[in-house]
């Protein structure tokens, strides 16, 4: 376990595990476990259920990152436990495959099309970024990003968004293929840290929509940033770079760049008034 705990805090982690183990490896239909990658997803799908739904009640519990989970998975499944010798192994090839999977998101804009809603990840090497996710089993790109802007921010962009509408992004500079949607229109409000509703119309502590992320663990801030602002590089004709200063503030923002860069390039689909709000036919030099 991460750290030495108690017998009885190490005994409720041990049920714990016991239970996502249950219920979310053990049932498994044999096409399942044919494949570690879609074993690793629903190893996954459990960390995420144990963050959310164990750690949240009781922080007491060892904090894991996804190996350190699935090592605990491994040891008490009995279909994974003749492989607990072979994880390391096993884990980063489902990285690799992890890395090839596409994921969908969105450019989510407010109402002006001036400012686009960014996030940022929980971890110390977090930086800020689009919402979006990796694409699901038989789920369609743009199924998947309304979900992923959902599961991030608590907002559903379902009649925001068109199939059209979007730009794509791939290569190292990303991690994976990415597309995202444009969804303009989305209402003014501010971030309720530890918040969760339906991402219909809660209010937020500051007025407007109340933005919070409905998984646990995964986004730790969220906020509207003057779109203006992220291409203040591109309009001299330079990539944009991975740091934005906005205020007194340096953000860095390794996600966002090839992003920005990739629309300096991209012919607008019909609904990017974006471009006249912003005049990004002059700034982004769109073509």
Known sequence: MPQALSAAVAQQAEEAYEEVMLRFLFALPDEDWASFERIFFHIETGWWFYEDNYREQNPALPKHNLKSFAAQLFRLTPQLEQYEGQLDELYEQFNAYKFSVPVCGAIVMDASMESCMLVKGCSKQATWGFPKGKIGKDETQLACAIREVWEEIG????????????VEVAGKSIGHPCRLFF???????????????SGKGAAGAKGGFAYHPHMAGEISEIKFVRISELLQKAQKGRPTSSAVRIGDVKHRMFLVAPVVNQLRYAAPPPLLLLVAALLLALLLRLR
């Open 183 to 197: 969804a303009a229109g989305a209402p003014a409000g501010s971030f309720v840290e530890g918040k969760k509703g």
């Open 155 to 166: 907002y559903d962009i379902t009649t925001l968004v068109t199939e059209s509408e979007y």
